[in-house]
């Protein structure tokens, strides 16, 4: 694939004609350029949006992104904003895991509430129950020994990760429903 650009210049803009010639149909495609004025904030911004893409994409790409999110939200906004059932199930799997680590790692008074709280959101929301779990936790805030707690560590990682496997199994399968 080889670019020629060939310059015009008229009144007020100038234009640009790109030639690019697709190697593999033998066909000539030209694109035609201008320039468009915008004020100073707005090249800055585009500059920072460029700068953490990572890549050096230009800048007409990041205004065409811009253009076709934006597009896509006003023609059709609750499509665009809701989440889906593996997304909000990916969030209560995140939310659960920092939970119950605090959990583990403090446990004191606050960092058992909160859990309590995630487990909360995880039976109302996703109803699931969740009673081994907060029974687990219940009998590991009362032990004082450490290899006891060691012990029961195990036990608790395992019903969390079931409890994990069955959010996820949830999701995926309510998916699979809709499509």
């Known amino acids: 694939m080889f670019v020629k650009r060939v310059n015009f210049k008229y009144h007020v803009y100038n234009y640009y004609i790109v030639i690019v010639m697709n190697t593999t149909e033998k066909k000539i495609v030209k694109k035609k350029w201008s320039n468009i004025r915008v004020p100073e904030e707005v090249m800055t911004l585009l ?38 059932k593996v997304e909000k199930t990916s969030w209560y799997i995140t939310k659960l895991s920092l939970a ?20 909360d959101e995880i039976e109302k929301r996703l109803e699931i129950d969740v009673s081994v779990i907060r029974r687990l936790a219940e009998e590991y805030k009362k032990v004082k020994d450490e290899t006891k707690k060691q012990r029961m560590r195990i ?6 990760k079931l409890l994990v496997k069955e959010m996820m199994l949830m999701a995926c399968s309510s998916e699979e429903e809709k499509s």
């Open 47 to 84: 500059k920072r949006v460029k700068a953490k893409s990572g890549h050096d994409k230009a800048y007409w790409r990041i205004l065409l992104e811009s253009l076709a999110f934006y597009q896509g939200i006003i023609s059709s906004p609750n499509k665009m904003m809701k989440a889906s």
């Open 100 to 119: 119950y680590s605090n959990f583990v790692l403090v446990n004191d008074e606050n960092t058992y509430n909160e859990f309590m709280a995630r487990l």
């Open 155 to 160: 036990e608790f990682n395992q019903a969390i």
